[in-house]
């Protein structure tokens, strides 16, 4: 009796020893808990405000040196496009001359929607745009391409101006303004995460802010640099300002302080939230909460691992303990949106290399452009001078000729002479064509009466050849392009395919509209052009045909008309269709408010000659 007594007692005390160890443990672990959060929940208090408004001052810091930043790249790209607009050859012409109607209009029509063109002459009077100033005017003459932020009539605008020559000689200077206003307030707005104002001296141009707040921070005078402050206004508001200079002008970032710290308490009742459940965990679950973690947590660890290896379809067990299911599901939608960001990146990389071979053909059609552009200088300049000695040799010849009466051989041999000027005088005349001024008053034309006008003239010269010609066309469709020019410009595409057909094939001309442009495609079932002719047949004297058929300055003088109205013009093989070269003529779209001769308006048509 005695043994069970004590085995009894024993088992008794074993309970109530194990049954105070859990009371005990459950204390002990929640008071460890409590002495250990709250002192840490108070200090973390304080140091995320005291962070909170450590971080919105050093994101202010940084903020001067991303406006420096991005005011050197805006002003390398308004200086280039200032060289661009100064570069242009009729400009210079006519600051040389003194046109200053002609000069404006051209600097107004390089100019880009947003800017302001400036144009000044040899006298260093403004004929157009903001007054540049005696500084940028003096770093012009000298040959630079400065850019300054000026403030002219209660704005604050950036200026890029540079020099116009004409034969090496200063006539001028060109450049473009733009206006730094609300625009450039929203987008630093955007890219610091802070309000902006712009001053231009002692008056605010842009403002990110409501008119109260602008006001405020006007009154409390921010327009110096010198780093973060925090200015208190009348009304007992507290803002963050930097100030930074931007030329003649003064740009403020600026934050408002209760902004900045409304997130500290959503964030302290989220960390006291925390601390609640994690103590009532504790609590009610204890050391149990370990064998309920292990299974799904050695689920969701099998599954990072088949992760990091590619397997993104591991399956992860659901769990009943909240926490951890929580971090199953973050785990999922982790893990999906990682994948998600795979695809994105390859679409990216696709999306990189398609633009990286766009801008190698962009770049390769620039060079073109410019050695165009050169060589058609150098043509139209010996030209020029090779037009009145030829002039002058032929009037002596022919007077050489009158006195050859009686020496039959001799006025031959003077006949043929004359006949060989009077081609070298017409060649020099084409190679001039496509550097003639554009008839004023005449910039518009109806492309689909144009193509089918071409077509009724080649019609009639191909009567009784085996030749087709096959053209379709809309009723209307207006192109920024004089009419006399885009008949030139096609007549030598077409005649150039046609020739290209020799006696049997078809030539097909399409006119149509693509968004603000009209194309014009001359496609034939001939040959097509070998490779290596391929980047030389817009060159002037370049041609496939025999001497006898022409010089080369066809597709020249097409291009460069083209050119000269804005547009464009390229040559390739159908490789995907058949046999055949493809020309296509891409130019401006006219505005429809002008108006334009054109025959009554028909549906679209298609014809063969």
Known sequence: MVPVLRNAAANVGIGVMRISMNRALIVALTAALLVGLVPATLVLDRRLAATVERRARAELEGAPALLADRETMSADMLAMHARDLARLPQLATALAAGAQARAVELAVAAASENEVAIVVDEDGRVWAGPEPGPVLLEATRRGGAPVAVIAAEDRLLRVALSAVTYDGAWVGAAGVAVEVGATAAATLAGLTRADVLIFAGNRVVASTLDAVPTRLIDSAGVREDGGVREVATAGGRRFFVAAAQ????????????????????????????????????????????????????????????????????????????????????????????????????????????????????????????????????????????????????????????????????GREFADLAIDELL????????????????????????????????????????????????????????????????????????????????????????????????????????????????????????????????????????????????????????????????????????NRSVETTRPPAVSETEAEA
């Not at 970032?253 to 409304?262: G, P, S, T």
């Not at 925390?274 to 599954?303: D, E």
């Not at 050169?374 to 010849?397: D, K, Q, T």
């Not at 014009?520 to 370049?542: A, H, R, T």
């Open 246 to 409: 931007l030329g003649e002008g003064t740009v403020a970032f600026v934050r408002d302080r209760e902004v900045e710290l409304a997130v500290v308490p959503a964030l302290r009742r989220t960390v006291l939230l925390v601390v609640g459940v994690a103590v009532l965990v504790t609590i009610l679950l204890g050391a149990g909460i370990a064998g309920l973690a292990t299974r799904p947590a050695a689920a969701l660890a099998h599954a990072a691992d088949r992760l990091a290896v590619g397997d993104f379809a591991a399956p992860v067990s659901p769990s009943s303990i909240r926490e951890i299911d929580r971090m199953g599901n973050t785990f999922v939608s982790m893990r999906t949106a990682l994948a998600e960001r795979l695809r994105e990146l390859e679409n990216a990389n696709r999306e990189l290399e398609n633009r990286q071979r766009r801008l190698a053909s962009l770049q390769t059609e620039l060079i073109q452009r410019d050695r165009l552009a050169a060589s058609g200088r150098l043509v139209a300049g010996l030209a020029h001078e090779i037009r009145n000695p030829v002039a002058n040799v032929r009037n002596c010849i022919e007077v050489i000729r009158r006195r050859l009466a009686d020496d039959e051989k």
């Open 423 to 590: 081609r070298m005088h017409e060649l020099a005349e084409r190679m001039l064509d496509m550097h003639r001024p554009e008839e004023p008053g005449v910039a518009t034309c109806d492309a689909a009466a144009v193509v089918r006008d071409l077509a009724a003239i080649l019609r009639v010269g191909s009567e009784g050849s085996h030749l087709t010609l096959k053209v379709r066309t809309p009723a209307v469709l207006d192109a920024a392009i004089p009419r006399d020019a885009l008949i030139q410009v096609l007549l030598n595409v077409v005649q150039n395919a046609r020739e290209a057909v020799a006696d049997h094939g078809t030539t097909e001309l399409t006119a149509r509209r693509d968004g603000d442009a009209v194309l014009l495609e001359v496609v034939d079932d001939g040959p097509g052009i070998d490779e290596d002719s391929l980047g030389k047949l817009f060159d002037p004297f370049f041609t496939t045909k025999q001497s006898v058929h022409g010089v080369g300055l066809g597709l020249f003088v097409a291009e460069g008309i083209v050119r000269r109205y804005g547009g464009r013009i390229v040559a390739a093989n159908r490789s995907a269709v058949g046999t055949g070269a493809v020309f296509r003529v891409e130019l401006p779209a006219a």
